[in-house]
């Protein structure tokens, strides 16, 4: 006998081997040919499916392993444009009683590669799904910017330490950017445009309501230890920014999500968008300069390290010549973060050369 239990978000309560799972029913007016369903059948790592039919529908119910589903959605894919009624729905569950049997032992060589190969994270529609909300440009998200830019600045300015990590948690910023590399990878123009135009909306709010906030300010900067720490950045910063980026990225693909709120603090775009601006408004632009390379060196380390992370989980376009479009993307950017990352290295290098000349 199986139990299922399906949540709205996953959450793993077995306790000896945890396995995430994926239920994903196919609704069409037509049954899959027999070909198609004997493939399904023999598929590895599904653990259950049923049929059910009446005379205008049919639904078919897969209950498989979290890395398989996106070859299972792969495999019904073509059914959609044969079929206009077809849809296929994912829902996470959390888990399955008994859960999968451990799979035996590879001992061939090639099937051991090819299995590789394989994409082992969530499915690309679900993640593309979850990724691309982070990019919707709409008044909640003005609204978020907003609010977290004001308890940044008053966490940065009175040297708050947990004011800001408040800020760096509901600042939506980091969303843009996960959405603008997996519509690198996934050469995905009008989620890439629409990624970039609010990263550069969420941003560019950010720094003017900063600006203003410094031109009022009549404290001394320089007594907050937070706000200095911004206004300066090493190799350390650097790695750092490229780690939380890919742990970002890996938490989204592997369908572990809630640790975006630690990434969330370590990436940190925020903080220094605010000291950007806040040292522009009070007239301290060698602190804005400085500001200002940790807040470059963040958004490429993140995007850059994102793509990475991506490529290396097998996450592409479905079709072929999609693939070669989506390479062709992805390589032009690597090579755009990479040659940015190179220039923030030369800055800093000369922002060293001439603080310790003069």
Known sequence: MQIIVIYEEVRSIYKEKTVAFRLINFYGSEPLSADLEKNLSDMEGMKNWSIKKDHDNVQYSFLVDVKKAQILTDKLQPVLGRDPKAQIVVIPVSSAIPSFDEEEAETDDLKKKQEAKKPQTISREELYVEVSQ?????????????????????????SNVAVVIGAMVIAPLLGPNLAFALATVLADDGLLKK????????????????????????????????????????????????????????????????????????????????????????????????????????????????????????????????????????????????????????????????????
Do not use: C
Request: glycine share 10%.
């Open 195 to 358: 990624a970039f135009k609010t990263n550069v909306v969420g941003l560019g709010l950010a720094i003017i309501l900063s600006i203003i906030l410094g031109m009022v300010w009549t404290g001394d900067l320089e007594i907050s230890q937070e706000f200095m720490a911004r206004t300066d950045i090493g190799i350390s910063g650097i790695i750092l920014a490229i780690a939380s980026g890919a742990a970002a990225v890996l938490s989204l693909v592997t369908g572990t999500s809630s640790a975006l709120v630690g990434v969330m603090v370590a990436v940190a775009l925020l903080p220094p968008a605010v000291v950007l601006g806040v040292s522009i408004g009070a007239g301290q632009f060698s602190y804005a300069f400085g500001a200002f390379l940790l807040l470059a060196a963040n958004i490429i380390s993140v995007n850059l390290s994102a793509i990475s992370v991506l490529i290396l989980k097998g996450v592409e376009p479905r079709k072929w010549q999609e693939k070669r479009e989506a390479k062709s993307l992805r390589d032009r950017y690597l090579m755009i973060w990479g040659i940015g990352l190179a220039l923030v290295f030369v800055l800093l290098t000369l922002k060293a050369y001439f603080h310790n000349s003069f």
């Open 134 to 158: 982070g990019a919707i440009l709409d008044r909640g998200f003005m609204l978020m910017v907003v609010l977290s830019t004001v308890v940044a600045a008053i966490g940065l300015l009175e």
